[in-house]
């Protein structure tokens, strides 16, 4: 198993900024595409950011020019850069592993963290 433990969510006013982490510990798996999901209060939860293992990067409209997403392969980390918040930012942020290969068993798994609660105000 994987288990992916995202950290430095908080408090921040509009137009500041926060780094959130995501690192995956768990041994006989590879990590190909990272991404960051958010759920706001009341919303579905929304793509934000994904990265593949060669680092090529998307992002929602919504983030795009503000966030940015890059990866630590031999750390096991993924990061999510934050500027320039908003208040629409607050959501918990999750870090997600869609297609993580288990060497043993050749297939592919789909892991999730707990989350990391980001809130703006104003």
């Known amino acids: 198993q994987v288990q992916l433990v995202e950290s430095g969510g908080g408090l921040v006013q509009v137009g500041g900024s926060l780094r959130l982490s995501c690192t995956a510990s768990g041994s006989g798996f590879s990590l190909n595409n990272m991404r960051w999901y958010r759920q706001g209060p009341g919303k579905q939860r929304e793509l934000v950011a994904s990265i593949t293992r060669g680092g090529s990067t998307n992002y929602a409209d919504s983030v795009k020019g503000r966030f940015t997403i890059s990866r630590d392969n031999a750390k096991n980390t993924v990061y999510l850069q934050m500027n320039s918040l908003k208040p629409e930012d607050t959501a918990v942020y999750y870090c997600?592993?869609?297609?993580?290969?288990?060497?043993?068993?050749?297939?592919?798994?789909?892991?999730w963290g707990q989350g990391t609660q980001v809130t703006v105000s104003s």
């Open positions: 997600n592993a869609p297609d993580a290969y288990g060497s043993s068993s050749q297939r592919y798994y789909d892991f």
